[in-house]
């Protein structure tokens, strides 16, 4: 039976890339996000080139109540082989003193809450299956915080800790758990953190080739094709320029 993989924000980014990627590897998909129209045009251009079935989801992950309804939307019929857990952002990168509590609720809300939310739903039918493979999103900021990061790298650090704890808990049903952690991606990440301004947004890459979504989907097509037996727990992936989330080297 052609496998299943749910993923969450799909609508560009790494979660695009990642449809993208494991649409060529043979998975059915079904995708999530807010944006219908930009969702509707991935998801045909997939089913076009890869001859997959793809269902698309409309709603906000931060939405508990949105989560539950159209979650229950995916047939029962077949398991969910993989959950990749990529909805998330940075909003604001400024000093604790003179940061926005509406950044800071727009982070915490989508990158723990939403993943929990989503998480939960996924996981019973999983449990119930004694199947599946989550893949979580998380960053080098969940394990090196930075200046003017303090509540996106406490988000991340709470991916981190989740991911472990996770694989605790879904051990004993068969259910992989791992986390991918990237460094400087150049998708919309800093679009969205600088509200819009595109200009300061391509200055966060200037002198450095930055990794793509589609780098980071190629990890994750390769953790999500291990053996039965293989669990790959935590990936940590850098430009070749990005030592840290403290050392780059701008040429």
Known sequence: MTKLALITGASSGIGEATARKLASMGYDL??????????????????SEHNVEVQNLIFDVRDESACEEHLAQISTERPIDVL????GLAAGLEHIDVGSTEDWNAMIDTNIKGLLYVTRIISRRMVAAQ???????????????????AVYCASKHAVHAISQSMRSDLVAHGIKVSEVRPGMVETEFSVVRFHGDEKRAKGVYKGVTPLTGSDIA?????????????????VLITPQQQANAYLTVRK
């Not at 390769?222 to 669990?231: E, K, L, M, R, T």
Request: glycine share 8%.
């Open 30 to 47: 079904i995708l999530t996000a807010r944006r219908a129209n930009r969702l509707e045009q991935i998801a045909e251009q997939i089913r």
């Open 84 to 87: 990749v857990n990529n909805a």
């Open 131 to 149: 199947h599946g493979h989550i893949v979580n999103l998380g960053s080098i900021a969940g394990t090196q915080p930075y200046e003017n990061g």
């Open 218 to 234: 190629e990890v994750i097509g390769w953790i999500v094709s291990q053996p039965a037996h293989v669990n790959i727990d935590d």
